[in-house]
């Protein structure tokens, strides 16, 4: 994600950064489906995930688009937390007709509030999700999510689903906070040195 945003900020003609941070989402939406299985509350997975979204729109804004407050687009965590909304609704129902309904309404309220990666992002999450327990279509369905977006350099992100392919299952170190707080630091840091350079 780093390397993906330091190409988009400080060098956008040098796609290679790009193509290297297109592995960042997939595995994110992974992550995510592991924090909503493993987590001990899932509320407060939901408040943490809105308050970093509140928190990290102002430096989303003044790094991608150079303005203090812009609606075209919110950042990543709106989407991350309209996933978890998505699990949550998807827990609490086994009927078929149901579940595609919750998964097109949040993958339209997606769209409708213009999140970072819109309804493509929802759908992946809940492929993530529903398929969590079959690893290899999972991984499957994943490689191809990449490829639906007509060209885009996001097939590159197919990438991502070798190393969720070798996830051992087993939680990592714990350092959440650092990673919910790295979102926002790096995107004020990245739009002060492209203020400096620029």
Not at 112 to 134: F, N, P, S, W
Not at 158 to 173: S, V
Request: charged share 15%; glycine share 8%; with cysteine.
């Amino acid at each position: 994600m780093l390397i993906d945003h330091v190409g988009a900020v400080l060098f956008p003609r040098e796609w290679v950064f790009r193509y290297i941070g297109r592995i960042s989402f997939p595995i994110f939406c992974f992550l995510l489906t592991q924090g909503f299985i493993y987590t001990r509350d899932i509320r407060k997975y939901m408040v943490r995930l809105g308050v970093f979204s509140i928190l990290s729109e102002i430096p989303y804004d003044l790094a991608f688009h150079g303005k203090l407050v812009d609606l075209e687009y919110q950042n990543v965590f709106f989407t991350l937390l309209l996933g978890v909304i998505l699990m949550y609704m998807l827990e609490r129902t086994k009927e078929l007709p149901l579940r595609i309904f919750i998964i097109l309404l949040v993958m339209t309220a997606a769209d409708i509030l213009r999140t970072d990666y819109g309804y493509r992002g929802i759908l992946l999450i809940a492929l993530l999700y529903l398929l969590q327990e079959k690893l290899w279509i999972k991984t499957m369905c994943g490689a191809v999510w990449n490829f639906v977006w007509n060209g885009s350099i996001q097939g590159y992100g197919a990438l991502a689903m070798i190393p969720i392919a070798l996830y051992n299952g087993e939680p990592g170190r714990k350092m959440k906070y650092f990673f919910y707080v790295f979102y926002p630091a790096h995107l004020v840091v990245l739009f002060l040195i492209h203020r400096m350079l620029f």
